[in-house]
């Protein structure tokens, strides 16, 4: 019953701006973490950005730290990438991910994977050179 569906994503110039939307259906938004993850041909998936239950954390990967904003909007259960000044290497399928909070600690997890419970399917991100 859980869904969760981005949007958002296509093809943009070096420099450019994307924001990247993930709609949350069948789960009490509130009290889930959320995060980002990106994975490129070839390549593992990677943390892109989380962002805590309440809202009063978040986290980034160094390689996007200043470009990148996530934040949310419970009353809409959405959680949003804000993608500026976007590269080339930025190009991948981005993920939206859902944890329960109640489970684990923040900093020390959220980049992992694994301890996600809930995944959309995707939306592609290509960044022209």
């Known amino acids: 019953q859980v869904q969760l569906v981005e949007s958002g994503g296509g093809l943009v110039q070096t420099g450019g701006s994307l924001r990247l939307s993930c709609a949350a259906s069948?789960?009490?938004?509130?009290?889930?973490?959320m995060g980002w993850f990106r994975q490129a041909p070839g390549k593992e998936r990677e943390f892109v950005a989380g962002?805590?239950?309440?809202?009063?954390?978040?986290l980034y990967a160094d390689s996007v730290k200043g470009r990148f904003t996530i934040s949310r909007d419970n009353a809409k259960n959405t959680v949003y990438l804000q993608m500026n000044s976007l590269k080339p290497e930025d190009t991948a399928a981005y993920y939206c991910?859902?944890?329960?909070?109640?489970?684990?600690?923040?900093?020390?997890?959220?980049?992992?994977?694994?301890?996600?419970?809930?995944w959309g399917q995707g939306t592609q991100v290509t960044v022209s050179s």
């Open positions: 069948g789960l009490t938004f509130s009290t889930y973490d």
């Open positions: 991910a859902a944890r329960n909070q109640a489970r684990t600690s923040y900093d020390g997890s959220a980049h992992r994977p694994d301890t996600y419970d809930y």
């Open positions: 962002i805590r239950w309440s809202g009063g954390k978040t």
